[in-house]
């Protein structure tokens, strides 16, 4: 049998369980919602979107998961438009889950790679090289993964492109 993945977005206060949901979509915006339209709640130049809190979770009967790697992997920039993430594939720490806000996020301060990073850039219990051994653990997710987006005071006005964001993992 193998896992099945499903994203889970924070969205509320540090220890607050029920503050999690199963998102249909990742839309950043200027508004700490699950399932955003972003025409309704705009990132306006000179400004940062709500820092995204996301995990993937697994489900079902598998034996390991790990080599976890996430990037954006379709969709052009506009003008002064940046992704920045807490994925990296160098010096990690675990992050620690905060409420989202639309200032700067420092855990967020990676470029966002556009690009299969090749090696895990996302971790498991608060190490890079972690894995998730088994679908009966007390938490089947990996560590958080923090996107948000920074518009630039001389942007454009309009709509950013629609972005495409890839998490990939091994199964074993």
Known sequence: MVSTFSWVEYTDTPGNASASTVPTNLNLGSTNAANLAPSTYPVTAGTYSYAKWV????????????????WKSAGAY???????TSATTGTFA??????PTNSQEAKAPTTMPTADPGTQNIGVGGSLSGS????????NECDYIVVQMS?????SAGATNTKTFTLQYDEI
């Open 55 to 70: 995990r993937g979770m697994w489900t079902g009967t598998f034996t390991r998961i790990d080599n976890i790697q996430f």
């Open 78 to 84: 506009v003008s002064h438009e940046a992704l920045f």
């Open 94 to 99: 675990a992050t620690a889950f905060k409420t």
């Open 132 to 139: 998730i051994t088994s679908s009966t653990a007390g938490s």
């Open 151 to 155: 518009v630039g005071s001389d942007a």
